[in-house]
């Protein structure tokens, strides 16, 4: 498996396979899934999408939903993901560079770090989500290359969460597995420099 697909596989816990053969992917920041999640369908899937693909929902927040339909992609992500978020099994027997690939998808579509790193009194770096299993598998793959992390926990009612809080592990975790996500990259560049 290859790192934009890792990648995408990882950004689905922000995207799902809908019936009638639509993929959805929702998402706060339209940058990300107009530069770099269409660009990926583009190239791993040869489809032709654009931000013509990219609609407004104004609810309580904006959110931008990418949305298309296209039998084959659906089939191939179908094989690929489980049905309740878990991590893909061929995640967890693939490569060191493909796991972080995919963890860097998972933490721009649902990771968390303060949005004005330079303000904020606390700087930290979290994951977190409804499916505890796909954590304990990102808690373990962050742990075994050093990157220490707090232990996965229940944070709010079927929410869990885990973070990084020491410099030298966010550190690593900006170096080693970074981000595509427009402005949760211009954070890591501030958090480098405030550490």
């Not at 995207?15 to 940058?31: A, D, M, P, V, Y």
């Not at 995919?102 to 303060?114: F, M, N, Q, S, V």
């Not at 700087?123 to 409804?130: A, D, E, P, R, W």
């Not at 598998?137 to 969460?161: A, D, M």
Request: net charge positive.
């Amino acid at each position: 498996m290859n790192k934009n697909v890792a990648y995408l596989l990882g950004a689905f816990c922000d995207g799902c396979l809908s019936t009638q053969h639509q993929i959805k992917f929702k998402q706060k920041n339209r940058e990300w899934l107009e530069h770099v999640i269409i660009p990926i369908f583009n190239e791993e899937f040869k489809l032709n999408l654009s931000s013509k693909n990219i609609f407004v929902q104004e609810d309580v927040a904006k959110r931008y939903y990418l949305a298309f339909k296209n039998k084959n992609v659906w089939t191939e992500l179908r094989k690929l993901l489980p049905d309740d978020k878990d991590t893909p099994s061929e995640m967890k027997n693939a490569d060191l560079d493909t796991q972080l690939h995919y963890i860097k998808g998972y933490w721009d579509a649902d990771g968390g770090c303060p949005r004005n790193p330079q303000k904020d009194k606390k700087i930290y770096i979290k994951f977190t989500q409804k499916n505890k299993k796909s954590l304990e598998f990102i808690h373990q793959v962050l742990n075994s290359i050093g990157i220490k992390t707090g232990k996965v926990r229940l944070s709010e009612p079927e929410i869990w969460r885990f973070s990084i809080n020491s410099k030298s592990s966010m550190l690593s975790f900006i170096e080693k597995v970074g981000s595509w996500h427009p402005e949760k990259k211009q954070r890591f560049e501030q958090i480098k420099s405030i550490l």
